[in-house]
């Protein structure tokens, strides 16, 4: 059904560079806007989980990802004041592939594919309106009709904002710290380490064979802060923030001499994903907190699941109710389970934290099989399977 089909995509982040590729290997003609002049990605990891490097396979992109980056070995959770561990999931299974990459890395490789399956990216296109039943996108203040549209703008989606009126992004009490320190350390394992205090975590792992270090220190806020990649910072500022976290957490802030913040805002997930003529993916259909490492991988499982449904179903309708239907449950399901995270990482000293610790550190020690079980249907879902 798509040989030939016209599709425009919004946004040239992971989900829109995705689904086009997605959709250009099928046969559609893909065009991307992208209101940035330049693709150029900040300093920042990403975890690629199994399910979205399932996507990634499928998209025959997996090798490009192999050799950008290196297969992680266990994710970590570790007590803020002396660093004990607490937790540790194993991530070696052969078949549940799991990669710590560099954002700039991801966006090539995806680039690059939506490149050669023929989709053309078009760079310095602003939109600020859609009109989902008419087809039509003012671009860089013109009127543009499509016969198709994708919105993949993320937080801010014009698409989203048509599709459902009214809601604004929310503060969601959290603040991020980013840095990407200097590390020169190709010792250190790949594998991503989690320091819990009350109100705070601090996420660490290597980048790029150990050339870098990437740092996300969180910290539970009243007051709003600026959303977005780029906003500077003190950087003695997340230092402050965790000076009674282990001497181990306080070097690493140390050294991070560039520092940006990034206030955390969602929406809820959003009601309508798709009606007329535009349908949205990734952020702009349900930004998550990043505490279970999922908006980009949500975002490559709607590219999958988007294309594959608009080239199997036989009006544009069908589709988007098809894959609405697939992907709002998983979605809800796994921002749920970030919140849970948020909850679970920031608890006080007292007897709550103490008991949740204590299981954790039971589990992985007596029954470290059951631990990996738990997050198979999260990591063992794979939707090019479906
Ligand atoms: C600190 C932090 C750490 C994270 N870590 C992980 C992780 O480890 N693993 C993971 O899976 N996810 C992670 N995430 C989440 C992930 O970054 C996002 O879910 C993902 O980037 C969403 O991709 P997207 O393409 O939907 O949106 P975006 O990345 O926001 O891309 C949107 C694109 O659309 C363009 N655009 C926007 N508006 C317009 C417009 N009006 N006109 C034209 N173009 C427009 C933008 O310039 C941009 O290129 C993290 C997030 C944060 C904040």
């Given at each position: 059904?798509?040989?030939?089909?016209?599709?425009?995509?919004?946004?040239?982040?992971?989900?829109?560079?995705?689904?086009?590729?997605?959709?250009?290997?099928?046969?559609?003609?893909?065009?991307?806007?992208?209101?940035?002049?330049?693709?150029?990605e900040v300093g920042a990891g990403l975890q690629v989980t199994p399910n979205g490097v399932a996507v990634l396979r499928a998209l025959g992109l997996e090798g490009a990802l192999q050799a950008a980056a290196p297969l992680a070995r266990a994710v970590q959770l570790r007590d803020f004041r002396r660093g004990d561990p607490v937790f540790r999931l194993d991530?070696?299974?052969?078949?549940?592939?799991?990669?710590?990459?560099?954002?700039?890395?991801?966006?090539n490789i995806l680039r690059q594919g939506a490149s050669e399956a023929g989709a053309r990216i078009e760079l310095g296109q602003h939109v600020t309106g859609v009109d989902p039943e008419a087809g039509q996108m003012q671009v860089n203040g013109h009127t543009e009709t499509a016969p198709?549209?994708?919105?993949?703008?993320?937080?801010h989606s014009p698409?989203?904002?048509?599709?459902?009126?009214?809601?604004q992004p929310f503060f969601t009490g959290q603040v991020a710290w980013r840095s990407t320190i200097p590390w020169d350390d190709p010792t250190t394992p790949p594998e991503a380490t989690v320091h819990m205090g009350p109100g705070r975590h601090l996420v660490t792992y290597p980048l790029r064979g150990g050339a870098l270090l990437n740092v996300v220190a969180v910290e539970e806020r009243d007051a709003w802060a600026a959303e977005g990649w780029h906003h500077r910072d003190d950087p003695q500022a997340p230092w402050r923030a965790f000076v009674d976290f282990c001497p181990e957490v306080r070097d690493i802030l140390y050294r991070a001499e560039e520092v940006?913040?990034?206030?955390?805002?969602?929406?809820?997930?959003?009601?309508?994903?798709?009606?007329?003529?535009?349908?949205?993916?990734?952020?702009?259909?349900?930004?998550?907190?990043?505490?279970?490492?999922?908006?980009?991988?949500?975002?490559?499982?709607?590219?999958?699941?988007?294309?594959?449904?608009?080239?199997?179903?036989?009006t544009t309708e069908a589709a988007f109710a098809a894959y609405q239907a697939r992907r709002r449950p998983r979605a809800a399901r796994v921002i749920d389970a970030a919140s849970r995270n948020a909850r679970n990482y920031h608890l006080h000293p007292g007897p709550t934290r103490a008991a949740a610790h204590l299981a954790l550190k039971l589990g992985t020690r007596l029954a470290p099989g059951l631990a990996a079980r738990q997050f198979e249907w999260l990591y063992g879902h794979d939707v090019t399977r479906h």
């Open positions: 059904m798509l040989n030939g089909q016209e599709i425009t995509v919004l946004g040239a982040g992971i989900a829109g560079l995705a689904v086009a590729t997605a959709l250009a290997q099928r046969g559609a003609q893909v065009r991307v806007l992208e209101q940035a002049d330049a693709i150029r991530l070696t299974r052969p078949d549940r592939p799991y990669h710590l990459t560099h954002r700039a890395d991801l966006i198709l549209i994708i919105g993949a703008g993320g937080l698409t989203r904002a048509a599709l459902n009126p009214g809601g940006f913040l990034w206030g955390l805002f969602r929406h809820p997930v959003a009601r309508n994903w798709g009606q007329g003529r535009a349908v949205i993916l990734g952020d702009a259909a349900h930004p998550t907190l990043p505490f279970l490492a999922q908006g980009a991988n949500m975002a490559l499982e709607d590219a999958w699941v988007l294309a594959e449904c608009l080239d199997t179903h036989a």
